[in-house]
């Protein structure tokens, strides 16, 4: 079966911009999470969402936000883009509780 | 708050060596996992523990839930050239069964 999709790989945005990623989950999954990666502060948890509802929030300013739509398919937002935004995000999919399958992330690049 | 401190942070070995990874915390888990990120890809789980004093194995890789709960640890035997990576272990944040917190990881380099 397909794996969870990330859209697009790579993107290069300018201080001040909005960005809009995509996640398509496992077919059947309905539990998606983000994460922001970095070099040195790991992989730090921003949001989770099941059947269209925010479960759990991580500590980021409200400029990063998310949306499940009612296939699953989940967005992830970040206005007013700041250099240190710069990272790798990646979406995971889950049927259960920590069975975390992960895309193969969008590079952002802010500049 | 939870945190998971994670070593070594990273590690040159030469093919064929086992090796030999950790996970500590100052609070308890009921749940220890631990995944692998290869570049440009995201991280694959290769171990979940759930009990205390487990051990579970996945092929040459062998990983332990420590008694405390506190700890966990990640051992690879027979060292091989696609082992390279980065070594991530995880658990679920208290009051939480959903979020996950992650150790830094362990960055693995095969001397050549």
């Known amino acids: 079966k397909a794996g969870v999709t990330q859209t697009p790989r790579y993107l290069i945005k300018t201080r001040g911009q909005q960005v809009t990623l995509s996640c398509s989950p496992i077919s059947g999954h309905r539990s998606v999470s983000w994460y922001q990666q970095t070099p040195g502060q790991g992989l730090q948890f921003l949001f989770e969402y099941f059947s269209e509802t925010q479960r759990n929030k991580g500590n980021f300013p409200g400029r990063f936000s998310g949306r499940q739509f009612s296939n699953s398919r989940s967005e992830m937002n970040v206005s007013t883009l700041e250099l240190g935004d710069s990272a790798l995000y990646l979406c995971?999919?889950?049927?259960?509780?920590?069975?975390?399958?992960f895309g193969s992330g969008t590079r952002l690049t802010v500049v | 708050g939870q945190q998971l401190n994670q070593s070594p942070q990273s590690m040159f070995i030469q093919e064929g060596e086992d090796v030999s990874m950790n996970c500590t915390s100052s609070s308890i888990f009921n749940t220890w996992l631990w995944y692998k990120q290869e570049p440009g890809e995201g991280p694959v789980l290769l171990i979940a523990l759930y009990k205390a004093g487990e051990l579970t194995s996945n092929g040459r890789l062998t990983a332990q839930f420590g008694i405390t709960r506190k700890d966990s640890f990640l051992n690879i035997s027979a060292s091989i050239p696609s082992d390279v990576g980065i070594y991530f272990c995880a658990g679920p944040l208290r009051d939480s069964n959903y979020q996950l917190i992650w150790g830094a990881g362990t960055k693995l380099i095969i001397k050549p």
């Open positions: 995971a999919s889950t049927s259960g509780l920590y069975g975390y399958t």
